[in-house]
T-cell receptor, first 112, second 115 residues
Framework: GDSVTQMEGPVTLSEEAFLTINCTYT??????LFWYVQYPGEGLQLLLK?????DKGSNKGFEATYRKETTSFHLEKGSVQVSDSAVYFC???????????FGTGTSLTVIP | KAGVTQTPRYLIKTRGQQVTLSCSPI?????VSWYQQTPGQGLQFLFE???????NKGNFPGRFSGRQFSNSRSEMNVSTLELGDSALYLC??????????????FGPGTRLTVL
């Protein structure tokens, strides 16, 4: 079945460091891929998405490219800020319905 | 436009009791999905409703049930609560199920603690 495997955390970075959070998926066909972010005490917010191979999603300095050949959707940011501290979830939605499959989440802490 | 609202935000129950959680989707959204979030299992899909019909169901026991009303508001019910049901329950709404560009918007969740 469809699934997402996400880099284990927690991740601690200094402000302005480069961020990569790895995400790979298993799915039939061409699923849609998403990154969600969860701040403490809140629900999930959509960070970015990509709906077909080679698409690049981007938002707030974060980017991720849909790589069909490596079944990956790694999240990157060139220079993290303290306000980026949150839990990040990679997710896919298969072709057959509206069900999302989430990774286990990666906790990011950015220190000044 | 108001976001997805969930009530209550926090609940404490004891084993064996039952609980009902409520979700009001964004105005105009007709699809509602429920997820259980725990530290050990992460986010797991419970079920999805559209036009008062359950369209999809995750791998949870029959103690977990839900429904959707004609105004798209949804409730989920957990009967005979177990300690392992302690979790954050998230509701998400979207315009309709499926569709490549269909985005889900999440509510803040209901934190359920079972003692």
């Amino acid at each position: 079945g469809d699934s997402v495997t996400q880099m284990e955390g927690p991740v601690t970075l200094s402000e302005e460091a480069f961020l990569t959070i790895n995400c790979t998926y298993t799915a039939t066909g061409y699923p849609s891929l998403f990154w969600y972010v969860q701040y403490p005490g809140e629900g999930l917010q959509l960070l970015l998405k990509a709906t077909k191979a080679d698409d690049k999603g981007s938002n707030k300095g974060f980017e991720a490219t849909y790589r069909k050949e490596t079944t990956s959707f790694h999240l990157e940011k060139g220079s993290v800020q303290v306000s980026d501290s949150a839990v990040y979830f990679c997710a896919l939605r298969g072709l057959s319905g509206n069900q999302f499959y989430f990774g286990t989440g990666t906790s990011l802490t950015v220190i000044p | 436009k108001a976001g997805v609202t969930q009530t209550p935000r926090y609940l404490i129950k004891t084993r064996g009791q039952q609980v009902t959680l409520s979700c009001s989707p964004i105005s105009g959204h007709r699809s509602v999905s429920w997820y259980q979030q725990t530290p050990g299992q992460g986010l797991q899909f419970l079920f999805e409703y559209f036009s008062e019909t359950q369209r999809n169901k995750g791998n949870f026991p029959g103690r977990f049930s839900g429904r959707q009303f004609s105004n798209s508001r949804s409730e989920m019910n957990v009967s005979t609560l177990e300690l392992g049901d302690s979790a954050l329950y998230l509701c998400a709404s979207s315009l309709a199920p499926g569709g490549v560009y269909n985005e889900q918007f999440f509510g803040p969740g209901t934190r359920l603690t079972v003692l």
